[in-house]
């Protein structure tokens, strides 16, 4: 067996709530799962990881056929931590095929993380057998992966709207200079798509329709009258039938959360100095995470914010591509690195 493949090919890992992206020097993405860990619902033991679920077991909100999918990247408690790293090593296992190989990693950090939440992560990776870690702020690596320039001193806004939170930053150089987060998300998205045809239909949609509805329709703002059916439950019987939506039904149920997303990227033009604002009046901000594929908001952070707004072209991806870039280039790591920072 050979040394390279015991030790360990360099990784760029992008471990999100939603789903965890894994990218191997040289190869490009090499894993795209969901952050899913299965438990058997009698004994709690973990029965699967990511997209290797039983039949039945899709649901994440409670028990079905016997598992209960849960999504612990970012929760609070001692049972979350275990998962996520228990949920890294079985990818690093997998993207390796080897148990005993031990890559040095690349990681994304919060851009207003704390020093104790960088050594959280490093020691998140070491315990899911990497043998080095480097991690660089999240904003510098989706504008690396949405095909910025680090190191222009101009400043331009970077959005990444993901699963749960929403993180706005300005950057410069190879620096963060101001940023915001936000709960509100794909996952929120979702919610108040199922609340619309509650309210208007009486029926129960699940999250996972409710993304699908979301997809289905695209992200172009026009033809408002375009339509698309959600799969649905009749509440009293359990029974499935489905409503047609149509783009504006959509539109309308997304404004709110929406608007939490345009009011926090107003905050961070507000809260930088005056020349950054001006360089992101001419540069404009950049949409990048699952969540920025929500038809029409492009257009509405266009319109309230002044500015030029386009999607990175791999909007999903963007982070672990640029995490990617520093996993090819372990020097521009060791210079972003966050923890000198």
Same mark, same amino acid.
């Given at each position: ?136 702020? @999240? ?48 996952? @929120? ?45 009749? /509440? ?20 709110? /959360? ?66 990617? @870039? ?16």
């Amino acid at each position: 067996m050979s040394l390279f493949r015991l030790m360990g090919q360099d990784l760029a890992v992008d471990l999100g709530a939603a789903g965890t992206r894994i990218y191997s020097r040289g190869r490009g993405i090499v894993l795209d799962e969901p952050s899913i860990v299965t438990c058997d619902t009698r004994t709690g033991k973990i029965v699967s990881y990511g997209a290797d679920r039983p039949a039945g077991g899709d649901d994440a909100s409670g028990p079905a056929g016997g598992t209960r999918a849960v999504r612990p990247v970012g929760g609070s408690d001692a049972l979350d931590r275990e998962f996520t790293q228990r949920l890294l090593k079985h990818f690093l296992r997998k993207v390796h095929a080897h148990p005993y190989a031990r890559p040095r990693v690349v990681m994304a950090v919060p851009d207003d993380s704390t020093a104790t939440d960088r050594r959280d992560v490093q020691d998140l990776a070491f315990e899911a057998d990497a043998r080095q870690i480097y991690l660089v702020r @999240h904003a510098l690596a989706a504008a690396l992966g949405a095909g910025l320039p680090i190191g222009e001193p101009a400043g331009v806004m970077i959005i990444d709207i993901g699963h749960h939170t929403t993180r706005i930053a300005i950057v410069a150089g190879d620096r963060v200079l101001t940023t915001r987060s936000v709960r509100s998300g794909g996952a @929120h998205v979702n919610g108040s798509i199922a609340r619309l045809v509650e309210r208007d239909h009486g029926l129960i949609v699940g999250d996972g329709d409710a993304e699908a509805a979301k997809h289905g329709l695209g992200t172009a703002w026009k033809p408002l009258d375009r339509q698309v059916t959600v799969r649905a439950r009749v /509440p009293e019987t359990g029974h499935e039938s489905r409503v047609t939506l149509t783009a504006q039904d959509l539109y309308e149920a997304t404004s709110q /959360p929406a608007d939490v997303i345009v009011r926090a990227a107003i905050s961070a033009m507000d809260g930088c100095p005056a020349d950054l604002a001006a360089d992101v009046a001419t540069r404009g901000a950049v949409l990048v995470g699952g969540g920025s594929l929500v038809r029409g908001l492009g257009r509405r952070l266009r319109a309230r914010l002044g500015v030029p707004v386009r999607r990175a072209e791999r909007p999903r991806e963007s982070v672990a591509l640029g995490l990617g @870039h520093c996993a090819d280039d372990l020097a521009l790591a060791a210079r972003l690195h966050a923890v000198r920072r």
